[in-house]
T-cell receptor, first 112, second 114 residues
């Protein structure tokens, strides 16, 4: 049972494009939504995170958009670069619990 | 600072063999985690420890045991390995005892069970 559904599985864009990765959840108790970035052969690393009291958060070229009523959130990468090629995971957590629930991941390739 | 370290990096086991995956962190973090990563399934939590001396089950604990040896070290043991346990295993740590902290991941252990 996948509590956080992530799409697409893979994504190819040209340099400068704006890839968008989407996630949806069912559990309304989730109140923390991080995105992790993973390069081949490495462990995931936190990229950006949002709480449901805001609808958008930007950090550099990375933006999370959050739609609480639709129970969806997405990651946008502005002016994407070949160095952004990685696998991206969304995740969700319910307050008071230590258990992050991850999406299945999106493999992004940014072509020069 | 080394961050989160894991040993070994690679391991091949035969069905029924046992082994222990080691994890250590040097960030004085309270919480530590073990995940497995399988294609198309993201990362799934096996066990976690919110503080020294405590452990709790995650999503997929069957077939595994853990030990929080001290604040720095958190080991994962497979008592009788099965092919279904072929995966990449990641250890992680975070500063607090709650969940909404940045988790720092190790480089992973790639395990194959024949």
């Amino acid at each position: 049972q996948q509590q956080v559904k992530q799409s697409p599985q893979s994504l190819i864009v040209q340099k400068g494009g704006i890839p968008i990765i989407n996630c949806a959840y069912e559990n309304t108790a989730f109140d923390y939504f991080p995105w992790y970035q993973q390069f081949p052969g490495k462990g995931p690393a936190l990229l950006i995170a949002i709480r449901p009291d805001v609808s958008e958060k930007k950090e550099g070229r990375f933006t999370i958009s959050f739609n609480k009523s639709a129970k969806q959130f997405s990651l946008h990468i502005m002016d994407s670069q070949p160095g952004d090629s990685a696998t991206y995971f969304c995740a969700a957590l319910s307050g008071g619990y230590n258990k992050l629930i991850f999406g299945a991941g999106t493999r992004l390739a940014v072509h020069p | 600072n080394a961050g989160v370290t894991q040993t070994p990096k690679f391991q091949v086991l035969k069905t029924g063999q046992s082994m222990t995956l080691q994890c250590a962190q040097d960030m004085n973090h309270n919480s530590m985690y073990w995940y497995r990563q399988d294609p198309g399934m993201g990362l799934r939590l096996i066990y976690y420890s919110a503080s020294e001396g405590t452990t709790d089950k995650g999503e997929v604990p069957n077939g595994y045991n853990v030990s929080r040896l001290n604040k720095r070290e958190f080991s994962l043991r497979l008592e009788s390995a099965a092919p279904s346990q072929t995966s990449v295993y990641f250890c992680a740590s975070s500063e607090g005892t709650g969940g909404a902290d940045t988790q720092y991941f190790g480089p992973g252990t790639r395990l194959t069970v024949l």
